[in-house]
């Protein structure tokens, strides 16, 4: 299985900073990366697929870039309803597997 | 609106088997170009996705829990189920029933979960 390393696992920010995560693959994956956020006690929510695609009524501050073996998601301007837990998850290889997860907290 | 809602007993006994259904509404599974699938969430494993079926009955399991998975459909009642034999404490866990623009794609649309724990 295709192995996906976020960093970092934790990130403290600031409302209004700029903030980027990244996922690793362990092997090439083309742009075939998805981004979900989950908020405590809720289910994942999808934001970007095809490594840099939104999904529909996604905030435009959230944009993703990458192909092959590393990407980014970024968020331009953090808000306070940013705060959550980011994954990336793989869909170039089967089975699909998720990275381990992004906590971004108020500092 | 689309709407996912998972159901099933919240406790099981290792060895024994899991079932979970997933009903679906704002969408209607036998017309549906759709794929719908399960995934879990544990502390240990993180997110781990199951598998996933399509209205003819097509299946896509992950290989290591191909041997303990069987996902099937309900098109009569708009609902598709999860059952995983030979349970263990390993399987612990918050199962969501999601949608999938394909067999294996990403999901875009997910219910709300449900946590299953076993135990004995």
């Known amino acids: 299985d295709i192995q996906l390393t976020q960093s970092p696992s934790f990130l403290s920010a600031s409302l209004g900073d700029r903030v980027t995560i990244i996922c690793r693959a362990s092997?090439?994956?083309?742009?075939?990366l998805a981004w979900y956020q989950q908020k405590s006690g809720k289910a994942p929510k999808l934001l970007i697929y095809g490594a840099s695609t939104l999904q529909s009524g996604v905030p435009s501050r959230f944009s993703g870039s990458g192909s092959g073996t590393e990407f980014t998601l970024t968020i331009s301007s953090l808000q306070p309803e940013d705060f959550a837990t980011y994954y990336c998850?793989?869909?170039?290889?089967?089975?699909?597997?998720f990275g381990g997860g992004t906590k971004v907290e108020i500092k | 609106q689309l709407q996912l809602q998972e159901s099933g007993p919240g406790l099981g006994k290792p060895s024994e088997t899991l079932s979970l259904t997933c009903s679906v509404s704002g969408d209607s599974l036998s017309s549906s170009p759709y794929h719908w699938g399960w995934i879990r969430q544990s502390p240990g494993k993180g997110l781990e996705w199951i598998g996933s079926?399509?209205?003819?009955?097509?299946?896509y399991y992950n290989p290591s829990l191909m041997s303990r998975v069987t996902i099937s459909i309900d098109t009569s009642k708009n609902q598709f189920s999860l059952k995983l034999t030979s349970v263990t404490a390993a399987d612990t866990a918050i199962y969501y029933c999601t949608r999938l623009p394909s067999g294996y794609s990403y999901s875009d649309y997910w219910g709300q979960g449900t946590l299953v724990t076993v135990s004995s």
């Open positions: 092997q090439g994956i083309s742009s075939y």
């Open positions: 079926i399509y209205y003819s009955g097509n299946t």
């Open positions: 998850q793989q869909l170039n290889s089967f089975p699909p597997t």
